[in-house]
């Protein structure tokens, strides 16, 4: 290995990350606090919401652009708003088209305004789509396996399960679902969505998922910056833990940590 080369690098859409922690760009006071808690969060990938967000499809307005420089940052556009697969092929193309040629993206289509729960016909349609069309396709959808387990052979790049409702910080609530999930996919899986504070991000890394992306836990936290440099610490301790492989659990099973073998007084 060389120095400073990372052993354990997060690989998508041919690119290799050192973070594991992609972040969204919505919901900050303005775009400096949205720099600032980009930076505390060490994120690589920052996803931004197309329809909602102006990436120089508003020539007389500020663009996110300028506080995120592409050259500094990979663009995550995503189809946040959609809800239908017409809708979130027609967004994706013009981000393509904004963003030169931009071919990796991030594929969502909402099933109703008020839980923002995934439409998952209507994603699986826009997947084929889109993945015929040359994107490369991350994947909002729920936590079914048989679902992800699809949008992974139309040829998605990466699937990202639900922990829980979008922007609802309740955590992941279904882990068994989601170890369904990482057991047997061939593609990296990202939690998205559900995350609410640290010990949420750190749970989804030490159960093998490959990364988290979160935005409201970080934007609508007290303090962004902090809660993003926390979120920053959280991926990385989780990810080091399941690399690690943490000790059995056992019930009524104690096991002294130290050895009591050869203790003054005992043969």
Not at 30 to 39: G, I, L, M, Y
Not at 123 to 150: C, E, H, N, W
Request: charged share 20%.
């Amino acid at each position: 290995m060389k120095p400073n080369e990372n052993p354990d690098p997060l690989i998508l859409g041919g690119k290799t990350y050192n973070s594991r922690l992609l972040i969204g760009t919505g919901k900050y006071r303005d775009f400096a606090e949205t720099r600032a808690a980009v930076d505390a969060s060490g994120a690589q990938i920052v996803t931004v919401a197309i329809r909602r967000t102006n990436i120089g499809q508003n020539p007389n307005e500020p663009s996110l652009l300028d506080a995120l420089p592409p050259s500094q940052y990979t663009m995550l556009p995503n189809t946040a708003g959609c809800y239908s697969a017409d809708e979130a092929v027609r967004t994706l193309r013009l981000a393509r088209e904004l963003l030169d040629g931009h071919d990796l993206v991030k594929l969502e289509v909402l099933g109703d305004p008020h839980t923002l729960y995934p439409n998952v016909v209507e994603t699986l349609a826009a997947a084929k789509t889109l993945v015929r069309d040359g994107f490369k396709v991350m994947v909002y959808t729920s936590d079914d396996p048989i679902i992800a387990k699809q949008l992974e052979e139309i040829g998605c790049i990466a699937v990202m399960p639900l922990a829980s409702l979008i922007g609802s910080g309740m955590g992941i609530l279904n882990p068994w679902n989601l170890q369904i999930i990482i057991d047997n996919a061939k593609v990296p899986v990202v939690v998205d969505a559900g995350v609410g504070t640290a010990s949420d991000a750190a749970i989804a890394m030490e159960l093998g998922c490959d990364a988290v992306l979160m935005n409201t836990a970080v934007a609508a936290a007290k303090q962004p910056v902090l809660m993003a440099e926390a979120m920053n610490l959280a991926v990385r301790a989780g990810r080091a833990a399941f690399r690690a492989g943490r000790m059995p659990k056992k019930l009524y099973s104690a096991s002294p940590s130290s050895p009591t073998g050869g203790m003054i007084g005992k043969p």
